[in-house]
Every structure is written in C-alpha cells, then in structure tokens.
C-alpha cells in the first residue's frame, strides 16, 4: 500500500533553513508527481510545492516562491522540500503526498512539524 514517512521538521529561527525529507513506498515513486503540503494551526492544508514525474517541472505557492525548492531522488524514492529564509508563518505541519495540482486519495502520513521562532 501506498505510504510515505516525513521527516526533517524542528524548531528554527526566522531566516534559517531546514530540509524535509518524505519517504515513500508501495508505489512505482519515479512515475509519480509528489507534493508537499503544510497546515498552519486553525487553517486549511495547502499545497506549498509540488514536482512532476516527467520531466522535473515545479510549481510553488506564492508565498514560498524563491525561499522553497523541491526535488526528487528516484533512485531513493524521496521527495525533499529544502527551506531557506524561514519566516514565522511558515510554521505549520507539513505533510507528501502524491499527485501535482491537487493530493491523489491516498493516506496522509503523519507529518513533519516546522516551527520558526525566535
């Protein structure tokens, strides 16, 4: 079955950096987009980035644009969110999944969580 395992998640200070890094398994990763996602305490999940199967196009939500960058190593079947310029609204769980413009219906992992404070 599908499943995927999140980590990389802590407590930084505005301005630095973290990694995500999403595991995946049960599925033939290399054929797959994959997402990340983040949920902010009282708010909606979002989509924050996200990278193709095909030919490695990106996509990123505004609000992370320049500051964020996906990437893929398919030999690993991982996915990573590397985070620089870290702001305090960026604190959120975030969470991959499959899929590009919106999450195929598979199971959520449990999530990393990122928390920037001073």
């Known amino acids: 079955q599908v499943q995927v395992v999140e980590s990389g998640g802590g407590l930084v200070q505005p301005g630095g950096s973290l990694r995500l890094s999403c595991a995946a398994s049960g599925f033939t990763f290399s054929s797959f987009p994959m997402s990340w996602y983040r949920q902010a305490p009282g708010k909606e999940r979002v989509l924050v980035a996200a990278?193709?199967?095909?030919?490695?196009?990106?996509n990123y939500a505004a609000s992370v644009k320049g500051r964020f960058t996906i990437s893929r190593d398919n030999a690993k079947n991982t996915v990573y969110l590397q985070m620089n310029s870290l702001k305090f609204e960026d604190t959120a769980v975030y969470y991959c999944?499959?899929?590009?413009?919106?999450?195929?219906?598979?199971?959520w992992g449990q999530g990393t969580q990122v928390t920037v404070s001073a």
């Open positions: 990278i193709s199967a095909v030919n490695g196009g990106t």
């Open positions: 999944i499959r899929g590009y413009s919106g999450p195929y219906s598979d199971p």
